[in-house]
């Protein structure tokens, strides 16, 4: 079955950064498209970018252009996503979803809370 | 970018309810329109896509209708199950949007 497991909760520094790693099981991890969404608390969903996991192709969010940085390990079907200079108000849970294009985000991970405190 | 507007907020409902969500898209976005669920602590979960496809596993008192700018979600008969808050999305454009969220709650 498709899954795609998250790493773990993470605290960080203002000014930090911050990867998130999202692995892929079940699917050929090459033939969807992964995207990053992130929900702060209480808030609603927020688009942050994709990676094509075959060609390594990225497209960020014009909101996130220069912060963040989308990779993949196709050895390991594990896609990363990198938040650097890190805010108070980066703090949020940070999703990884499947995305075959015309069948947008079928399949979520669990999620990977990231807190931003000095 | 393209705004997506959800209404109500939020709505207060019973068990057995037909329950309806709209969200308009601020220009035409063809079907290209996704509905999520979203219970506390959990990840959102897809509900239907082009509009009006059931996702996999999906049932059937969910459906989706609309095009263009106009979309709706309805829930037949809502069950303890469904009180959550439900998300759309247009995937016709970059940046993907959201709506604020609809949060169903009990009456």
């Known amino acids: 079955q498709v899954q795609l497991v998250q790493s773990g909760a993470e605290v960080k520094k203002p000014g930090a950064s911050v990867k998130v790693s999202c692995k892929a099981s079940?699917?050929?991890?090459?033939?969807?498209?992964i995207h990053w969404v992130r929900q702060a608390p209480g808030q609603g969903l927020e688009w942050m970018g994709w990676i094509n996991p075959h060609s390594g192709d990225t497209n960020y969010a014009q909101t996130f252009l220069g912060r963040v940085t989308m990779t993949r390990d196709t050895s390991v079907s594990t896609a990363y996503m990198e938040l650097r200079r890190l805010r108070s108000d980066d703090s949020a849970v940070y999703y990884c979803?499947?995305?075959?294009?015309?069948?947008?985000?079928?399949?979520w991970g669990q999620g990977t809370l990231v807190t931003v405190s000095s | 970018d393209i705004q997506m507007t959800q209404s109500p907020s939020s709505l207060s409902a019973s068990v057995g309810d037909r329950v309806t969500i709209t969200c308009r898209a601020s220009q035409g976005i063809s079907n290209y329109l996704a509905w999520f669920q979203q219970k506390p602590g959990k990840a959102p979960k897809s509900l239907i896509y082009?509009?009006?496809t059931l996702q996999s596993g999906v049932p059937s008192k969910f459906s989706g209708s609309g095009s263009g700018t106009h979309f709706t979600l309805t829930i037949s008969s809502l069950q303890p199950e469904d009180f959550a808050i439900y998300y759309c999305?247009?995937?016709?454009?970059?940046?993907?949007?959201f709506g604020r969220g609809t949060k169903v709650e009990v009456k």
């Open positions: 079940g699917y050929t991890f090459t033939g969807y498209y």
């Open positions: 082009a509009a009006s």
């Open positions: 979803a499947r995305d075959a294009h015309l069948v947008p985000f079928d399949y």
């Open positions: 999305q247009q995937y016709n454009s970059y940046p993907r949007t």
